[in-house]
């Protein structure tokens, strides 16, 4: 575990793609915390990526843990929030992200209309 740690520092993107990818494929719910620390204080080219990989292996019971990083300064972060909302949540999501079709990230709100228009709903 601590390599795919190792691995998510890197400031090799291909390499920290790479311990996304076996994140996800493994789930190593031991990993949140740490996954968590990343995001809150790692280096800036890690948040998104780890966040990216946290929203993978956590429960539908630990969204909220996600909907913290929806207020982010960084639409990086905010964008991976979003996204780890809506794959987790479905449907359900819909009243948590619709309200960043205003977000002032043009890239965020573009994303949450994909996101709405995947769910048919405008």
């Known amino acids: 575990m601590k390599e795919l740690l190792k691995a998510l520092l890197s400031s090799d993107i291909g390499e920290r793609k790479q ?5 996800i494929n493994e789930k190593p719910v031991e990993l949140k915390s740490e996954l968590l620390k990343i ?6 080219y890690a948040k998104a990526i780890a966040l990216q990989a946290y929203s993978k292996i956590i429960s539908k019971e630990e969204v909220e843990g996600l909907l913290v990083f929806t207020k982010n300064k960084d639409w990086h972060i905010r964008l991976e929030a979003l996204k780890g909302v809506a794959s987790i949540l479905g449907k359900d999501s819909v009243d948590y992200i619709k309200p960043f079709l ?15 228009s995947k769910f048919n709903i405008k």
């Open 19 to 23: 311990a996304v990818e076996q994140i």
């Open 102 to 116: 205003l977000d002032r990230s043009h890239g965020v709100r573009s994303e949450v209309q994909g996101i709405l």
């Open 39 to 44: 995001v809150e204080s790692g280096p800036s």
